[in-house]
């Protein structure tokens, strides 16, 4: 071949393949060194020679080293790289980001002034089919450019505005998960404990749109009105003592927030709502007065799982704050070796066809 006329015209294929065909040639009887010495970069090109033939480097971390403009233009960038470096199909992506990204935020509150809680916090946006990937830390930047701020929605949605913008994304989604403390009294003693609530707020961005989500776990006991009925029974018919089963229950209580419609909804009024409409309540701090009260309160609120997810619905409704919303509940048999579990939507945001398979496994206190 004569490299110089060839170089003069357009090179083809056949053209690469010769080119190839010397150098791994030659390079089959040059050492790594020489190799390494003529360009690193062609260790790509020869058959397991990725690494053996690099040049000897320096194993000294190098503390003063400060990447400037350049060099950090010049750094491979393959998770922003073009659309040919997509793997699989070229399909729209509706969620990509990270998940339980924790730091220290500070959160209003109805009764307790400003309260900074550990939170784990998901961020998400969508992805259009001829983007390769999304640069994730910037996600991380955005949220702790107004992680000193206290928050509320309104610096939710400064932190969801930044990276958007960032990410150059059309939908996206933010989720602040925490552990809420409220002081709750005894039944009866009049002690004083605090209870701990798992809520998620979250900021949902499609089309243009934006809405307003809270979700908060209820854990509460149930009595089986079967089993009461049965205890009850054997008592008078046989003068047999006998107990209805209880057990410890969970719902995980989600709602559309329409604030326009009546203000703020508090933490401690979504809490509230469901105590309302199940008032059985798991106890903090307990002595024998309340211990008797936690069974008479049980024996007249005994409920299936289907009373507790259209009890905590009848509250929900009677709230213009609240829009869509959806109920979860789950109880945990003391009876069977088996959970009851209900789900109650209203409006079209949270119905499906087909739930997480392992959706109810979720519901469990650990205390």
């Known amino acids: 071949m004569n490299i110089q006329t060839k170089l003069a015209q357009a090179l083809d294929r056949d053209d690469a393949e010769q080119a190839l065909s010397v150098l791994r040639a030659w390079a089959a009887s040059a050492s790594p060194e020489e190799v390494a010495d003529l360009d690193p970069a062609i260790a790509r090109l020869l058959p397991q020679g990725e690494v053996s033939n690099y040049p000897a480097l320096s194993r000294t971390y190098d503390e003063d080293f400060e990447p400037d403009a350049a060099y950090r233009k010049s750094m491979p960038d393959l998770q922003n790289g073009p659309a040919s470096l997509i793997r699989g199909a070229k399909q729209h992506l509706e969620h990509v980001g990270i998940s339980n990204f924790r730091l220290p935020i500070s959160f209003h509150t109805r009764d307790n002034g400003d309260l900074t809680l550990e939170t784990s916090v998901t961020g998400t946006v969508s992805l259009e089919p001829g983007k390769k990937g999304i640069n994730m830390s910037r996600i991380m930047r955005s949220f702790y450019k107004h992680a000193?701020?206290?928050f509320s929605f309104e610096v939710i949605e400064a932190a969801l505005d930044d990276y958007m913008?960032?990410?150059d994304s059309l939908d996206a989604r933010i989720q602040m998960r925490f552990s809420y403390p409220m002081k709750i009294k005894s039944l009866r003693s009049g002690l004083e404990g605090f209870q701990y609530y798992d809520i998620a707020l979250e900021l949902?961005?499609?089309?243009?749109?934006?809405r307003k989500f809270m979700h908060l776990d209820y854990v509460y006991s149930s009595t089986c009105p079967c089993s009461l009925e049965l205890s009850e029974h054997a008592r008078q018919a046989r003068g047999q003592l006998a107990t209805p089963h209880s057990q410890r229950s969970v719902a995980r209580i989600s709602v559309e927030i329409n604030c326009d419609t009546g203000g703020c909804l508090w933490f401690e009024d979504l809490?509230?709502?469901a105590r309302a409409g199940v008032p059985t309540e798991t106890q903090v701090m307990v002595k024998r007065e309340d211990e008797q009260a936690f069974a008479e309160l049980?024996?007249?609120n005994p409920i299936f799982?289907?009373?507790?997810?259209?009890l905590f619905c009848e509250q929900l409704q009677q709230d213009e704050r609240i829009g869509d919303f959806r109920i979860m509940a789950s109880h945990q048999e003391s009876l069977h070796s088996h959970d009851a579990v209900s789900i109650l939507t209203e409006g079209d945001t949270f119905a499906a066809q087909s739930i997480d398979p392992k959706i109810f496994k979720t519901l469990f206190h650990v205390g």
């Open 298 to 300: 049980n024996a007249a």
């Open 271 to 273: 809490i509230e709502m």
């Open 148 to 150: 000193e701020k206290t």
């Open 204 to 210: 949902v961005e499609t089309a243009g749109v934006r």
């Open 305 to 310: 799982v289907e009373d507790a997810a259209r």
């Open 165 to 167: 913008s960032d990410l």
